[in-house]
């Protein structure tokens, strides 16, 4: 099954901090060619700041994790792109998914994901 994380999700993977780490922190370490999961530059360059800023993790052990995921082969990437972008827009609007805009994780690839892991502030998994 192929994944699609959203900043939030991947965010609670990797800190502690997080009260949501919990039901998280073996997202990532249960990666397998059964289960993947894909992230987009939007997704990455958000969890950088968020955990640097939000979350005063050091700068150059952020760039060292997410570089891990950049490199783990159960973690697909996905570029943004003008036509995925549009295609993006075109499901959300046929499917009435996220909160009225596509998610960055859904933006990246739509078409290849089985699931998608998407959370507003009233709903969580």
């Not at 700041?49 to 994790?65: D, G, N, Y």
């Not at 549009?86 to 699931?115: D, E, H, I, W």
Request: a positive charge.
């Amino acid at each position: 099954m192929l994944t699609g994380l959203d900043t939030n999700i991947l965010c609670y993977a990797l800190d502690p901090a997080y009260p949501e780490h919990k039901k998280l922190k073996n997202l990532l370490t249960n990666l397998s060619q059964e289960n993947v999961v894909a992230i987009n530059p939007t997704v990455l360059h958000e969890t950088y700041h968020t955990l640097v800023f939000s979350q005063k993790w050091v700068p150059s052990e952020a760039r060292k994790r997410l570089k891990m995921l950049l490199t783990h082969p159960y973690v697909e990437f996905f570029s943004q792109t003008k036509k995925t972008s549009t295609v993006a827009l075109n499901l959300a609007v046929q499917y009435k998914l996220g909160g009225g805009t596509p998610s960055s994780s859904q933006t990246s690839c739509p078409t290849r994901f089985q699931s998608s892991i998407l959370t507003t502030k009233n709903s969580w998994p």
